[in-house]
C-alpha cells in the first residue's frame, strides 16, 4: 500500500497566521492526493482533490499543491473554524489511503 | 440533496461479526463508488475500501481482506459493510461516503453521519 506520511502532525498557530502542512507519498501519486478538514464528532469534509482543485464551498483562503511525492496543504489566514485536524488521502491507487492527520490548535 | 444515512450505533462481542447500512438519495446510485472508512478513538482515519454499487465489484485495504465484505442493494440504494472476527482494535466510528467524481475512484464528497461500533465482552 502507498504510505503518506505527514507533517507536522500537530501544531499551534494564532488566527491570522499563515499555516501549511505537508503530506509525503511513499511513491509517486501523480497529483491523486486530496485533502480533507475534520471536527471532533463530525464526518470530514472535502477541501481540495487532485491536489489542487477547491471543491466548490470551500473558502479560497485553503489552497493546495504539489504534484508525485510531496503536497502541501495553506491555509493562507488561520481563521477560528479553521481550527481542526487536516487529513490528506490518495486516490491514485485504486487501494487508496490517508495520512494520519495533522491538529491545528490555537496558540 | 445527496444523503447518506447510516445505521445506528452497534455492541458486538469479541469474535463476532457486524454489518453496518449507508442508505444513499438524492442521486443516482449505481454511478458512484460508495468507500467506508473508520476512525478508532482519538486516531486518524483508516480507508478499509470501496464498492462499485453498478457492478458489485469492491476493493479493500489489505488489513481487512478475507474480513471484510461489501455490498449493496441497488434496489433499495443501500450499501452494506460487513466485518467479522471483531476484537477491541475494532472499536470505532465507522463512515461510508459517496465518491466526488461518476463511475470512477477517487475523493470522497458526501459522508454519512457515522456508525459507532464497540466491541466489547
Known amino acids: 500500500d502507498i504510505q503518506l506520511t505527514q507533517s507536522p502532525s500537530s501544531l499551534s498557530a494564532s488566527v491570522g497566521d499563515r499555516v501549511t502542512i505537508t503530506c509525503r507519498a511513499s511513491?509517486?501519486?501523480?497529483?491523486?492526493l486530496n485533502w480533507y478538514q475534520q471536527k471532533p464528532g463530525k464526518a470530514p469534509k472535502l477541501l481540495i482533490y487532485?491536489?489542487?482543485s477547491l471543491q466548490t464551498g470551500v473558502p479560497s483562503r485553503f489552497s493546495g499543491s504539489g504534484s508525485g511525492t510531496d503536497f502541501t496543504l495553506t491555509i493562507s489566514s488561520l481563521q477560528p473554524e479553521d481550527f481542526a485536524t487536516y487529513s490528506c488521502?490518495?486516490?491514485?491507487?485504486?487501494?487508496?489511503?490517508f495520512g494520519q492527520g495533522t491538529k491545528v490548535e490555537i496558540k | 440533496q445527496v444523503q447518506l444515512v447510516q445505521s445506528g450505533a452497534e455492541v458486538r462481542k469479541p469474535g463476532a461479526s457486524v454489518r453496518v447500512s449507508c442508505k444513499a438519495s438524492?442521486?443516482?446510485?449505481?454511478?458512484?463508488?460508495i468507500h467506508w472508512v473508520r476512525q478508532a478513538p482519538g486516531q486518524g482515519l483508516e480507508w478499509m475500501g470501496w464498492?462499485?454499487?453498478?457492478?458489485?465489484?469492491?476493493d479493500y485495504a489489505q488489513k481487512f481482506q478475507g474480513r471484510v465484505t461489501m455490498t449493496r442493494d441497488t434496489s433499495i440504494t443501500t450499501a452494506y459493510m460487513e466485518l467479522s472476527s471483531l476484537t477491541s482494535d475494532d472499536t470505532a466510528v465507522y463512515y461510508c461516503?459517496?465518491?466526488?467524481?461518476?463511475?470512477?475512484?477517487?475523493?470522497?464528497?458526501?459522508w454519512g453521519q457515522g456508525t459507532l461500533l464497540t466491541v466489547s465482552s
Open positions: 438524492g442521486y443516482s446510485f449505481t454511478g458512484y463508488y
Open positions: 511513491e509517486r501519486i501523480s497529483t491523486d
Open positions: 487532485g491536489a489542487s
Open positions: 461516503g459517496r465518491d466526488r467524481h461518476y463511475s470512477v475512484w477517487g475523493s470522497i464528497l458526501y
Open positions: 488521502q490518495q486516490s491514485y491507487s485504486s487501494i487508496q489511503t
Open positions: 464498492i462499485n454499487p453498478n457492478s458489485g465489484g469492491a
